[in-house]
């Protein structure tokens, strides 16, 4: 379950303030896959920060029920001097995982090979995104949080990363956050549209899509007024 009870967000900028979220008050069940849609700048990754709690909210509160995932494929929680195999045993003491257990699971998962006892700044960027989206995929949590794109590696990588990523939602929510319509169809049953503070949820996909082609895509004369 997701709630939001009357959460404003905002950031200071030259000549004034942009709104994130404007007194937005909206409740989800549990078990969904919710898809969101804005246009760049319109606040979708502060909003994926607000929901994982690394971004406070200006007032209200956001109410989640279960553990939270970080953002899938995100990089922030390694730290470069510390190995692979170190940087899980630090994710797993704050989450309760047995570290010996999980660290197997990314070593295969990864197949990194020897450099998984190297520091990951010793990694290409491939290499990286191969750690970064595994170490999502190792932890359970109830909510996974999705911003963008997700799919990294070769085609092997990817699929076991989609097969993957359909085992923990088959107990678990997801909240993606894309531009892309092809990519919420294919992984979402609903969707919301941020627009000038607003978060507007509808249950058909199509309703979701009309809106953000009608109201963001449009000329910005077209659109609704502030």
Not at 105 to 112: D, H, K, M, Q, S
Not at 139 to 145: G, M, P, S, V
Not at 155 to 174: E, G, I, N, P, Y
Not at 175 to 180: G, K
Request: charged share 25%; aromatic share 10%.
């Amino acid at each position: 379950m997701m709630r939001f009870e009357r959460v404003t967000k905002t950031f200071r900028r030259r000549g004034g303030h942009q709104v994130i979220l404007d007194d937005v008050s909206i409740d989800l069940p549990g078990r969904m896959r919710l898809g969101i849609l804005g246009r760049n700048g319109a606040g979708k990754s502060t909003l994926l920060k607000l929901l994982a709690g690394s971004e406070p909210v200006d007032a209200g509160r956001i109410v989640m029920e279960g553990a939270v995932s970080f953002p899938v494929g995100f990089t922030g929680t390694f730290h470069p001097m510390l190995t692979a195999r170190q940087n899980l045993h630090f994710l797993c003491t704050v989450y309760g995982m047995d570290h010996a257990e999980t660290a197997g699971w990314v070593e295969e998962f990864t197949e990194l090979g020897p450099y998984f006892d190297m520091p990951v700044a010793t990694y290409s960027s491939g290499m990286f995104a191969r750690m970064a989206m595994a170490s999502s995929f190792a932890f359970d949590f109830d909510i996974y949080l999705v911003d963008e794109a997700f799919e990294v590696g070769d085609t092997a990588f990817r699929a076991k990363c989609a097969a993957a990523f359909d085992a923990r939602l088959h107990d678990a929510s997801l909240i993606l956050v894309s531009q892309n319509m092809d990519t919420i169809r294919r992984h979402c049953d609903c969707a919301a549209v941020m627009h000038q503070g607003r978060l507007d949820v509808f249950d058909r996909l199509d309703d979701a899509f009309d809106y953000y082609e009608a109201t963001l895509l449009a000329p910005a004369e077209q659109r609704a007024p502030e």
